[in-house]
């Protein structure tokens, strides 16, 4: 053997034993991190479709309470899963988990801002079109400019802000705007908004149909499950854990409370049904008033209000209902982001209601539109035309949304948002 041909044999044997050294590589996960994408755009979807049978589907009472029940699940939890996922994007835009280049943390933070103002200015010009004030967008706005300095914060300094809203916060928004009238109305007289007929500062903070005072916990609870690895499987069976446990918290100690200092009373329904309530009487496609309106006739130190306060009723903004809520939203969170992840089968068969939850911008906008072209259920009519109506926004919302993906990336209106916010690239 020449000295060549053993040079060639050193080298070939290090390269074998390279070879053999070198792990495998890993099998790709079933799903990843495009599962759990999708899995938020189920979410989104899910929260969407709430919102349209919350504003159209059946209105009434019925006599049995486990249908009641089930025909009342999504008012007041649709609109709150909306703003924990809205707390969840927040962190995402701003750039998940992962820390980011000054310049590229400081362009994501003006897109924020301008992303927030959009949705204010879009939100606000909606509700005086459409004469309601079941609009959500100028609230999610404020959310955004609310919580933006809290973006870079840990889990548990977001949890604690969480709790903080929905125990003390809660009690804030009641004071101010129940206890505190003359507040509130040299508040609205001052402002221009609130004369024209939209949501003003004092309605997006305090008296509104979803109050930033008590909703911020909302946001910080989504902002929170952001920082989370949804990855992990432990991660999973705890958050869905600790939601199961506020959900029983914040509806069952509610209905136990009331059933034991208030056993003969009633107040509207109570808690006990999940769409009843004195807070609940300003939802629908047809209300014309804020929450606060509903509830001018009454003394904040009534024993009809310390009921109200241990209530869990939509849009309530009790600590009860907080919770309830959250909860409930975090199941919908991690069982639709696990579904996706591990199935390929959900994966394919649920591609249209993914692609809906992915332009909710556009879906709710349009939905708003739409509202004024159908007959109102305010008034609690026929239980089988509200479910048909409800029907048909969601089955018109998930073909136009397949139809659309199939040829864009985006929404319409989410092309429009990605065109506005641009500019800032230009930030150094």
């Known amino acids: 053997m020449t000295d060549t041909d053993t040079v060639r044999s050193e080298r070939t044997l290090r390269l074998v034993r390279t070879d053999r050294e070198t792990p495998p590589e890993p099998k790709p996960q079933r799903g990843g991190a ?49 703003a924990i996922l809205a707390g969840l994007s927040l962190v995402l835009l701003a750039g998940g988990r992962r820390p980011l280049p000054a310049l590229e943390r400081r362009q994501r933070i003006v897109k924020i801002v301008i992303r927030a103002v959009l949705l204010i200015a879009l ?7 459409l004469h309601t004030d079941i609009v959500i967008l100028a609230f999610y706005g ?20 969480s709790a903080a809203f929905a125990l003390v916060g809660s009690v804030v928004f009641y004071w101010i705007s129940m206890a505190q009238p003359a507040f509130v109305s040299a508040l609205n007289a001052h402002d221009p908004i609130t004369r024209m007929g939209a949501d003003g500062l004092g309605r997006l903070l305090f008296t509104g149909l979803y109050p930033a005072v008590p909703w911020l916990a909302y946001l910080f609870a989504g902002m929170a499950i952001a920082k989370l690895d949804l990855s992990a499987k432990p991660v999973r069976l705890g958050m869905a854990s600790v939601g199961a446990g506020l959900a029983l918290v914040g509806y069952g100690l509610s209905w136990a409370l009331q059933k034991v200092l208030f056993a003969g009373g009633d107040m509207g329904g109570g808690s006990g049904s999940s769409g009843s309530g004195m807070a609940s009487s300003s939802m629908g496609s047809g209300s014309s008033g804020t929450w606060s309106d509903s509830m001018s006739g009454f003394d904040p130190w009534s024993s009809d209000m310390l009921q109200f306060l241990l209530s869990a009723s939509p849009h309530s903004g009790t600590a009860f209902e907080l919770l309830g809520n959250i909860g409930i939203a975090m199941l919908v ?47 609690g009519g026929a239980v089988t035309a509200a479910l048909a109506v409800w029907g048909w926004f969601c089955v018109v919302g998930i073909a136009f949304a397949f139809v659309w993906s199939r040829f864009f990336k985006r929404g319409p209106l989410e092309y429009l948002m990605q065109w506005a916010t641009s500019p800032a690239k230009l930030i150094r």
């Not at 189920?42 to 006599?63: D, N, S, T, W």
């Open 333 to 379: 969170i991690v069982g639709s982001v696990t579904l996706l992840d591990r199935s390929t089968l959900a994966l394919k068969l649920l591609t249209p209601i993914t692609a809906a939850g992915a332009m909710s911008l556009t879906l709710y906008v349009a939905h708003l539109w739409a509202l004024n072209h159908v007959p109102s259920n305010s008034d």
């Open 34 to 82: 495009l599962g759990r994408v999708l899995g938020l755009d189920l979410a989104r979807a899910l929260a969407i479709f709430g919102m349209f049978y919350a504003h159209v589907g059946p209105m009434q009472e019925f006599k049995n309470p486990v249908v009641n029940t089930i025909m009342q699940i999504p008012h007041g939890r649709s609109s709150a899963l909306f």
């Open 123 to 129: 939100g606000t010009a909606l509700t005086l079109w």
């Open 142 to 161: 404020l959310f955004f400019l609310l919580a933006l300095p809290f973006v870079r914060c840990g889990v548990k300094t977001l949890a604690v802000l």
